[in-house]
């Protein structure tokens, strides 16, 4: 694995997943209301759909699906514009959230009648078979959609909000008011806690199967990055850490989180867990981990998805102890 020395760490980050779009951005356009509104009605201007935080794929292999304005006008029509995500060289890209439409179980319906043989799928659920750069764009959409889903009202007057700025702001629509919010990222960290040749790993009461993964939490206002680690794994585990080392980010906007990968040393094995958050958490040896990971796949101990962070702080972990 291969990093840019001149920017190890944006290149850390830059091979998780959902950390790339391949779409530049184009900030700069996005208060030209004439050349937002030229782009949304070019021909090969692709809007990606958005229904209650899920994203429309092929079925099978998975291949993002896009609309086009003008085949789908009646669509767009009555609602707020699409928000403008970027440039992939000259096509632009825009989401819409389609999710004011009954779409039948898991958005079934709606797929069927948008395209054929597609379907809404949640994307936490998505393997690393689709291509990169179009996990990355359907992320993004999507935490674009849920944002402006979640912001309708303003939060401190709570008149109507509408968007602007090609869906990178919502205003306040009471003038005495005039509040505006942006996209919000929350950051979470995430952290692989070790000992020597020991990893710390912690199986949810979420998850049915035993899937055991790395502890991780929300940035507290007024917290440092470090001291949110070290506060989250002593709540969820009894375990003091020191030496807090970033590894990488990646965006996970289900709904809006940023998680922020670390590593940190345990200054002892003993552990007391919560078991409200918990159904277990133990030390792992590197040794039985990485016949794990060789072997073939087993229901009776799982580890994360190869799509997160978390499977690779631990991956990471375990070549470089190799
Ligand atoms: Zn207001």
């Known amino acids: 694995m291969s990093s840019a020395p001149h920017a190890p760490r944006l290149a850390r980050s830059e091979l998780n997943f959902f950390a790339e779009s391949g779409l530049d951005r184009a900030s700069e356009k996005r208060k030209d209301q004439g050349w937002i509104r030229a782009q949304l009605f070019e021909r090969g201007s692709c809007i990606v759909p958005v229904w209650r935080e899920r994203c429309l794929v092929t079925a099978g292999e998975p291949r993002a699906v896009f609309l086009s304005s003008a085949e789908h006008w009646s669509v767009f029509e009555t609602r707020e514009p699409p928000t403008f995500l970027g440039l992939a060289g000259e096509t632009a890209y825009f989401a819409f959230d389609l999710s004011h439409l009954e779409g039948g179980s898991e958005g079934a319906d709606l797929a069927g ?13 998505l393997s690393t078979r689709i291509d990169r750069n179009q996990g990355g764009l ?5 935490g674009m959609m849920t944002w402006h889903r979640r912001h309708r009202f303003c939060g401190a007057c709570g008149a109507p909000t509408e968007s602007r700025d090609a869906g990178f702001m919502r205003a ?3 003038e005495t008011c005039g509040l505006q919010q942006f996209p919000r990222t929350d950051p979470a960290v995430i952290m692989l806690v070790t000992h020597g040749d020991r990893c710390l790993l912690g199986r949810s009461h979420r998850f049915p199967l ?10 507290e206002p007024g917290e440092t990055l470090e001291h949110a680690v070290a506060r989250e794994v002593f709540e969820e585990a009894g375990v003091r850490v020191q030496n807090v080392r970033y590894h990488s980010s990646q965006p996970w906007p289900f709904p809006t989180s940023l998680m922020l990968g670390f590593y940190a040393d345990a200054e002892s094995l003993e552990i007391i867990f919560d078991r409200e958050e918990l159904v277990d958490c133990r030390w792992f040896e590197r040794r039985w981990l990485i016949e794990k990971t060789a072997g073939p796949p087993d229901d009776s101990f799982r580890l994360p998805r190869a799509i997160s962070i978390a499977r690779r702080l631990l991956d990471d972990w375990l070549v470089a102890a190799a």
């Open 113 to 125: 009648q948008l395209a054929h043989g597609a379907a809404f799928l949640d994307l936490r659920t």
């Open 138 to 142: 359907l992320a993004y959409a999507s």
């Open 172 to 174: 306040c629509t009471n």
């Open 210 to 219: 035993p899937f055991y993964s790395t502890l991780a939490g929300f940035v």
